[in-house]
């Protein structure tokens, strides 16, 4: 997967501004006197949000966002960004989104600097500028700020590289659960990175994340039990972690589970899954996958032999042999890992 999954500039849509406020993990609190008074409302009108009642919560949210209420103000951009009950209107949730910033409300903080490394919604790819942000939010706690703004400093993107500044703050966002954090983390652990390397900690990180669901993490879960490293080897624990991912989209455990059919690891051989498996992951650009499907088409193995198909397979393939090294690590946008 690619290290910095952004997306490039171009006109502000209503995906992107969704993207923007997916990135929220929790919609923060107002500042000042008002925010105890209108706790209430608040809380009844996210209430009604989650029961899908839009127009019932949204005079209750713009009064509140009028007193300068910054929780309010989130929700709204999520109303408008989304058009949720009302018609989308991305200029009005930029709006919102910016005042809530203003108001120092962290989770907005992280969602225009998601805005910003996406180069997305009409602003321009700012790596120093989402940097900013979510620096604004790390120094709040907030564990996204936390998780993003180390990939910013292991990958020196928008601030000078600073490995260990990335572990520290890895580790922040893993402290208080958060799943991007424990995965980064478990990564660094894994390859040494930061940190001695210490597998069995890398396991330990990657299945807190894979347990709530992380999909990154599910498939490190199943390429360590595969590899047995930090884990005893294990194909069949292996392959029901793979299928977990592969299942939600995850090409490089389509990949290695089409790997497991083809060599009846872990699972009984079928080359009927085999292919079914490794034809997703070549479809998502998984170049290990490309190259064994041409192999099998070639030679009539697992595959009715097409040497047409084989050479459409083989010329997706850059001319140098191998694939490119995979990073684990990743920036905590909205959550597509």
Do not use: C
Not at 63 to 83: F, P, R
Not at 155 to 179: C, F, H, I, M, W
């Amino acid at each position: 997967m690619p290290r910095s999954p952004h997306q490039t500039a171009r006109p502000l849509s209503k995906l992107a501004m969704s993207l923007a406020v997916v990135a929220l993990l929790a919609f923060g609190g107002g500042t000042g006197p008002a925010w105890a008074d209108n706790a209430s409302d608040l809380a009844m009108a996210r209430l009604a949000m989650a029961r899908h009642d839009y127009a019932g919560a949204l005079p209750t949210l713009t009064q509140l966002a009028g007193q300068g209420d910054a929780g309010a103000m989130v929700e709204l951009s999520k109303i408008y960004g989304q058009g949720l009950g009302v018609a989308v209107d991305q200029d009005k949730a930029l709006a919102y989104l910016r005042q809530a910033v203003e108001k120092g409300n962290a989770q907005a903080q992280v969602g225009l600097a998601v805005l910003y490394d996406q180069g997305s919604n009409g602003l321009p790819k700012d790596p120093a500028e989402a940097a900013r942000l979510y620096k604004l939010a790390a120094d709040q706690g907030n564990a996204r700020g936390q998780v993003s703004l180390g990939w910013h400093y292991e990958n020196g993107s928008g601030v000078p590289k600073n490995v260990a500044e990335a572990v520290r703050l890895y580790t922040l966002g893993a402290r208080q659960g958060d799943p991007a954090g424990q995965t980064n983390l478990g990564w660094m652990y894994q390859n040494g990175a930061g940190v001695p390397p210490n597998p069995t900690e890398a396991a330990r990180l990657y299945k807190q994340a894979a347990s709530q669901g992380f999909v990154r993490a599910q498939g490190q879960m199943g390429a360590i039990y595969l590899a047995g490293v930090g884990v005893p080897k294990d194909p069949v624990e292996a392959a029901r972690w793979n299928m977990m991912a592969a299942e939600r989209g995850w090409v490089p455990a389509q990949f290695a589970l089409g790997f497991q059919y083809r060599q009846g690891e872990g699972v009984a051989r079928d080359d009927a899954q085999a292919l079914h498996w490794l034809r997703k992951a070549a479809d998502g650009g998984e170049q290990g996958a490309i190259a064994l499907l041409a192999q099998m088409y070639e030679n009539g193995d697992g595959a009715p032999k097409d040497p047409a198909e084989a050479r459409r397979l083989w010329a997706k393939l850059p001319p140098t042999s191998g694939r490119a090294p995979r990073r684990g690590s990743v920036l905590l946008l909205p959550n597509a890992f």
